[in-house]
């Protein structure tokens, strides 16, 4: 039986612990939008973005729906903490003008790379070991226009050959690691604890050994 104890609190966010992926957008002028995004999750072939209302890769997701999606790594936290304080509209809104500073160029203010796609605009990450090619299907506005969830279908998925298992389509749980968002903070996965029934990889595994 717990012995723990509880309390009511109002914590200021609810980054319980989601990875953090770098999204890939066209601007009109076809330049591309860069911007760290830390609510993502996957059903299916599909994965759902939480996106702030007035961002750019909202607007730009609007008006062209192609996009690539990005999933950092814990080595490259420094990258992505370089991208947060920058915004790619111009002017800066007057909500964000505090906080945040207009960078044209975040790919070389991030010191990332970007490298050729083979079914959508944008560019992929290069140092991302994992990079989804995909097409925004539906934009759903939430709190009063605070934010977009914006279904995405992944159309293509570029992995680097140290996250695959030999042989096979799956990514190695025992190697991969994206970088997680908690709470404000930047960590990787910790050592596993098992595996859930419905696993391939365990199964390839246990039918290898």
């Not at 992995?159 to 190695?172: S, Y």
Request: contains cysteine; charged residues 20%.
């Amino acid at each position: 039986m717990s012995t723990d104890t509880h309390r009511v609190i109002r914590p200021s966010v609810f980054y319980f612990g989601t990875p953090v992926v770098l999204l890939t957008t066209e601007n009109d002028d076809g330049t591309c939008h860069l911007a760290p995004i830390s609510s993502a999750w996957a059903l299916g072939q599909h994965v759902v973005l939480g996106i702030g209302g007035g961002s750019r890769s909202v607007r730009n997701l609007a008006e062209r729906p192609e996009l690539v999606i990005n999933i950092a790594l814990p080595e490259r936290w420094e990258h992505v903490e370089r991208l947060a304080p920058l915004t790619g509209a111009h002017p800066v809104p007057e909500a964000k003008r505090a906080v945040y500073r207009y960078e044209p160029d975040k790919f070389a203010a991030a010191g990332l790379t970007p490298v050729a796609v083979d079914l959508v605009q944008p560019p992929r990450v290069a140092e991302c070991a994992l990079q989804l090619e995909a097409r925004a299907r539906a934009l759903t506005p939430g709190g009063a226009g605070l934010f977009f969830s914006v279904e995405c279908e992944v159309l293509r998925v570029h992995a680097a050959e140290r996250v695959v298992v030999p042989g096979t389509h799956h990514i190695d749980p025992a190697v991969w690691s994206p970088l997680i968002h908690n709470f404000r903070h930047y960590h990787g996965l910790a050592p596993e604890l098992g595996h859930g029934f419905r696993s391939e990889t365990a199964r390839a595994a246990a039918s290898a050994g």
